[in-house]
């Protein structure tokens, strides 16, 4: 084993546990914590595997824009910030669904490859990845920054009571009367 294995074995082992804890945590603001360790040894993985773009691709939106927005909605609908009991749920659900979607990635990779050994292309540059993203994918990009800031509107309106309702201390004597403005001391 190279040094390279015993950091993406211990990257990937901090990425688990970390992702068990947004799972069991009880408290919402904790589990987007542990989402962000989680997401950060993705990124550290991506590092030793000699992706920097990736990484670094990884860092600003994942970590940086994604587990912000959580944390903005979170604080913005007024969520429960301590323990709640609404988050609940048995342990051995979420042990069945992580066992199981493991279990499926492995077959499938096993059923892909047969185990065979395969050739890599030569690396690529960030200079060529980023000419083919922002060539190529620009549309997708355009389309997923609108999705995101309709995401954060919508929170802001979810968070805002005073939205939509009428004073209910107003009367309409003003509409009666021909309308009009009035004055503290009901002139016009």
Same mark, same amino acid.
């Given at each position: ?14 990425? +688990?546990? @970390?992702?068990? =804890? &947004?799972?069991?945590?009880?408290? #919402?603001?904790?589990? %987007?914590?542990?989402? !962000?360790?989680? *997401? ?7 590092? +030793?595997? @000699?992706?920097? =773009? &990736?990484?670094?691709?990884?860092? #600003?939106?994942?970590? %940086?824009?994604?587990? !912000?927005?959580? *944390? ?30 493991? *279990? ?85």
């Amino acid at each position: 084993m190279t040094g390279a294995d015993v950091l993406l074995l211990a990257l990937g082992l901090v990425a +688990v546990g @970390s992702g068990a =804890l &947004v799972v069991a945590s009880r408290h #919402l603001v904790r589990a %987007g914590l542990y989402l !962000v360790v989680c *997401l950060s040894a993705v990124a550290g993985m991506y590092l +030793v595997l @000699s992706a920097e =773009l &990736v990484a670094w691709v990884q860092v #600003l939106i994942y970590v %940086g824009a994604i587990v !912000v927005l959580l *944390l903005f909605a979170v604080m913005l609908t007024r969520a429960p910030i301590g323990a709640s009991t609404e988050l609940d749920r048995p342990g051995w659900a979420a042990a069945l669904v992580g066992g199981g979607t493991g *279990l499926g990635l492995t077959l499938l990779l096993v059923n892909a490859y047969r185990w065979t050994s395969v050739e890599l292309p030569a690396p690529g540059n960030a200079e060529r990845i980023g000419t083919e993203i922002f060539s190529s994918w620009v549309l997708p990009f355009e389309v997923l920054s609108v999705l995101l800031l309709s995401a954060l509107v919508g929170a802001i309106v979810l968070s805002r009571h005073d939205i939509g309702r009428q004073n209910p201390g107003a009367d309409n004597a003003s509409d009666a009367d021909g309308g009009g403005r009035r004055d503290a001391e009901g002139r016009r």
